[in-house]
């Protein structure tokens, strides 16, 4: 029986539309609406979507970089949906993340070693500052970085490199979980093999638990155990790699897996081609969010919003096709 | 020349460089290709291989410090580097169309799109405004823009990305151009709004049997919309071929590397592949051939001296001195989805 | 660095700017040998002549001041007004030399001053929002609707004649561009993902905006500060021209123009009669000001195209 590291129940995040000239809010930007799920220890948990499905804020709420507006997270057993400042900083030793973009997320102005080792003497890790240089050397060995460069600056890497930089500054801390946002989407098609291998040899040499995001499926295939597929702050499916994508079963998430293009001339697959753009997360449709772009909408769909059930053994889906 | 065709546009060693303060960027630095009328060619490459530089020097639409300093681009039988700048006024647009990455900042946010469609109308042919317009509505139309009447009014910034990228779109064909050029036009898109734009040119380009240049650095892409492709890496062409040949029997070790080391959503990949090292700095190119320091069979000559662009067989051109190693990989079936 | 070095050098105008610096410390520097003072207070300017008429280049020491200087037991260091006198005998070059190191103490006074005040107010108005930020930036721009030199003068009227009078209605009056310049990059700084990557570290708030934002933000405010030092000194200029500034015979660029007033147009029939006492101390103050601008000019530019290639 596998443990359960992480909880995520009914969280909800919104972001408040401000207008006017005493910045009254207006509206609601629904990011992320009431969404449960669980990640499993040493599991690489793919989570799926387009832009405005709310993946990314997902991963930010859970670490608190953003604050949930409602819902629990359940760390290693302990609520920390709310915790103080400072309890929730010492939690953040054990969940880390890696961020899309190479470039701003890591300060220009601190040499690299420094960035690494940040997170160390935050947490008064080691004796002193030359034991943890030392440990970044390590580090940086491990990511494929020669150790010689650490007081180099930061533009003077390319983007893969500092992408394992970003890797070596989460990894120093030694965490339990490693939210990995995008974290191959800003780089070189030759050089996303290199991380993605990186990151799959760390998994298992550390005993990493990862919650990967992002909207590339053939990634999220060949990396993920399990998937979930995310639609204008909704989850509407859940289910393992395998079956996942050997049986879908949600029109959007068999619309999504038909529109990645694939490098294979002969390749032929079933092509839906979703009408209409995606809708505005502060103005989603009533009932079920994708019901007016999808080919097999009932008139069910547009009056009452399906909830996530179990179809198959361990497979989600939020879907009316499937309980009536 | 293939089957005795003559190719629409033939682009023979072309070279541009940028004259920085910093030292001379090669950034195109002998590319050679050719697109048929009615055919798609895919320029497939990553970052800083030159590929978007191609495009703008086709179009002699390159800012200083770039120049062309080399090279034929041989268009309907014509040098187009030749040409003075109010000629190719009167070809761009009209002949040559070009649609870009980012819909946001290539539309003017100041003008309305049916400004900008009608614009090109009414410098190409001698039309009034009136009708440049219904022009436009119909243009907006055909690229399955709903409700045509009111967005011709509407500004870029009120329009979703991929209504912004179809407005692009029948800019760019709203003259009939004989050739289209795409520089990612969908790499910042979903990929379901991908899905529905890569649909909408299919069908575009097959009503007018023009022709396509798509640019993009995804395979995916380029499998679904190219017939022949030309892979480039650091400022060159390194192989030219239709598109079952690319994917199948592959002979440059860049492109060999690139196919096996992407993730796929048609296959179970237990491992992927890797080429090591990063892509070369422009302003300071190895010696030898460009990809060698990277590339798993390299020789020490690939180290010193630059392979030039050769025929292997009738429409297939590779520039690497090690192709029977490429071979014997590609037969030992290490190429997946063959 | 080495890169900001080179590029310094290598640009014309920059280069005519560190010239010009440099020869304005080495002035200042050797002020004392070059135009000693007669007195213990090196600021008050030795007078030449009684006579309310300037004297041209070259006047030698009237005799009644020699006896005045002898009856007083001072020594006479030099006695010929080489740039001539302005009004009331007081020799220009010796003005114009210690002129310059109070040009200096003016302007890096007030702009350290004032830089410190706007940047702690944009900081803290930037990194905590809402309404702190509403209240300081209003206070910000009530200062802002104030006329500056008006305003200064006002002050200075009420605080009472006198260069550090002057230089305390410069500060008050002259933080508000830096508290706007730093709020506005701290609020764009805070947005960028290493400082979203520090928070997820378990970084401090404090440490945060210490070790990551204040060091990404606060050179376009330094350059600022570089270029507002020549514009420091042409208001307090201006100021004891209009006679707010410096005590009489107080050695300032400014308090020698306004020794001017009278005198920028001479006897009819020879207009520029007295234009020594316009020329020298307004050369002064505008190849001051000029090298303070070329050289903040160049550090923008470096700055500039650095953070962009940097990325």
Redesign the interface.
Known sequence: MVNSMLQVKNLVKYFPIKKGVFRKTVGWIKAVDDISFEIYEGETLGLVG??GCGKTTTA?TI?R?EEPTKGQIIFNGRDITRINKRDM??E??NM??I?Q?P????????KIKDIIA??MS??SMLKNAQERYKRVGELLERVGIPDKYMDR???EF?G??RQRI?IA?ALA?EPKIIMCDEAVSAL???????I??LLKDLQKEYNLTYLFVA?????I???SDRVIVMYLGKIVEIADKKEF?NNTLHPYAQ???????????D?KKKRI??QG??PSPANPPKGCRFHPRCSKVMKICSEIEPKLNEIKEKHFVACHLYTH | MINNRKPLLEVKDLKTYFFTEDGVVKAVDGVDFEVYQGETLGIVGESACGKSVTAFSIMKLLDYPGKTVGGEVIFKGENLLEKTEDEMRRIRGKEIAMIFQEPMTALNPVLTVGFQISEALMIHFKISKEEAMKKSVELLKKVGIPIPEQRVNEYPHQLSGGMRQRAMIAMAMSCDPSLLIADEPTTALDVTIQAQILDLMRSLLKDFNGSLIMITHDLGVIAEIADRIAVMYAGKVVEHADKKTIFHNPLHPYTFGLLTSIPRLDLELKRLDTIPGIVPDPLHFPVGCKFNPRCRFATDRCKEEEPCLVKVEEGHLVRCWNIESVIKEVKKGLLVGV | MNRTLKKLFSNAASLTGIILLVFFIIIAIFAPVIAPPFSDDPYQIPRMSWDVHPQPPGFPMSDNIREIYDYMGTEIKYDKAICGTAEGGYDIFYGLIWGTRTAFKIGIITVSLSMLIGILIGSISAYFGKWVDEILMRLTDIFLSFPFLVAAMVLTTVLGRGLDKVMIALIVFGWMGYARVIRGSILSAKEETYVMAAKALGVKDAKIIWKHLLPNTIFPVLIQGSMNIGSMVITAAALSFLGVGAPVGYADWGQMVSFARNWIIGAPGNAGQYWYTVFYPGIFIVLFVLAWNLIGDTLRDILDPRLRGEL
Do not use: C
């Open positions: 387009e832009s930010l670490l970089l900083r010492k953040r030793k880390q993340i961020f973009d470039y701003s997320s890591l300060d220009p102005r601190m940040e997170g935050t947490h600056f930061p533009h390319s893969g490199q970003g500054r801390l070189d098609v030759s050089i996303r093999s290199q993605i291998n909207h590339d499926l053939s990634v295939k060949y990396i994508f619309a999504l897996i038909s529109a990645v293009p694939v490098p294979n001339p390749y081609i979703l753009d995606v």
